[in-house]
């Protein structure tokens, strides 16, 4: 493994036992068995080590939503692997999604370049699934609305739960909701034909 994957994962970690504002790069050089400067060799600062932390766990976001869907995959089924794919992720990255969904600030994005490589994510993730959605909205198979309603029909409610159950104010799995949350996104975008 290497020095900066040994901070990554130490990091996350503590960020879990202790919280974000409480980790200090002293505490992490610990937990990861690495001196001060193979930290700074690593990374230029704790606020890169952030920027990092959370571009990367976007992308691994972004990646496996995108894997869910594909040309030959129909409407319904699509809602149903994008609902079922967030969720998973959440449950199955349990430390980058509170890093990701819970611990985050905005204080962190202040430079231009961060804030470039986050735009230019984003609007590769949202033309990935812009291009899965057009024909579907062509064939009226799913109904023709503006991407941000889109996102907030399909993630929006498991995203409520998932948030829940990752702060500890739910003990109930995410998972356990998934095929009503399907239903109900369905319903709401699915072309009802006569």
């Given at each position: 493994?290497?020095?900066r994957?040994?901070?990554?994962?130490?990091?996350?970690?503590?960020f879990?036992?202790?919280?974000?504002?409480?980790t200090?790069?002293?505490?992490?050089?610990?937990?990861?068995?690495?001196?001060?400067?193979?930290?700074?060799?690593?990374?230029?600062?704790r606020?890169?080590?952030?920027?990092?932390?959370?571009?990367?766990?976007?992308?691994?976001?972004?990646?496996?939503?995108?894997?869910?869907?594909?040309?030959?995959?129909?409407?319904?089924?699509?809602?149903?692997?994008?609902?079922?794919?967030?969720?998973?992720?959440?449950?199955?990255?349990?430390?980058?999604?509170?890093?990701l969904?819970?611990?985050?600030t905005?204080?962190?994005?202040?430079?231009?370049?961060?804030?470039?490589?986050?735009?230019?994510?984003?609007a590769?993730?949202?033309?990935?699934?812009?291009?899965?959605?057009?024909?579907?909205?062509?064939?009226?198979?799913?109904?023709?609305?503006?991407?941000?309603?889109?996102?907030?029909?399909v993630i929006?409610p498991?995203?409520?739960?998932c948030?829940?159950?990752l702060?500890?104010?739910?003990?109930?799995?995410?998972?356990?909701?998934?095929?009503?949350?399907?239903?109900?996104?369905?319903?709401?975008?699915?072309?009802?034909?006569?």
């Amino acid at each position: 493994m290497s020095t900066r994957d040994k901070i990554a994962n130490s990091a996350l970690e503590l960020f879990e036992q202790k919280g974000v504002d409480a980790t200090s790069v002293a505490d992490i050089c610990v937990h990861a068995k690495i001196s001060n400067g193979s930290f700074f060799h690593a990374f230029q600062s704790r606020q890169d080590l952030f920027k990092t932390l959370y571009l990367s766990a976007l992308m691994s976001y972004h990646t496996a939503m995108c894997a869910a869907l594909g040309p030959e995959i129909g409407g319904e089924k699509g809602l149903a692997n994008l609902i079922q794919t967030h969720i998973e992720w959440v449950i199955y990255n349990t430390k980058q999604a509170r890093f990701l969904f819970e611990q985050s600030t905005e204080d962190w994005w202040k430079g231009e370049e961060i804030r470039q490589e986050l735009e230019r994510e984003n609007a590769q993730f949202a033309q990935s699934i812009a291009q899965w959605r057009i024909h579907l909205t062509k064939k009226r198979v799913l109904r023709d609305v503006d991407g941000k309603v889109f996102f907030a029909q399909v993630i929006g409610p498991a995203q409520i739960f998932c948030r829940s159950w990752l702060s500890g104010r739910s003990k109930s799995n995410p998972l356990d909701h998934c095929n009503e949350l399907i239903e109900c996104a369905q319903s709401a975008l699915v072309v009802k034909t006569p």
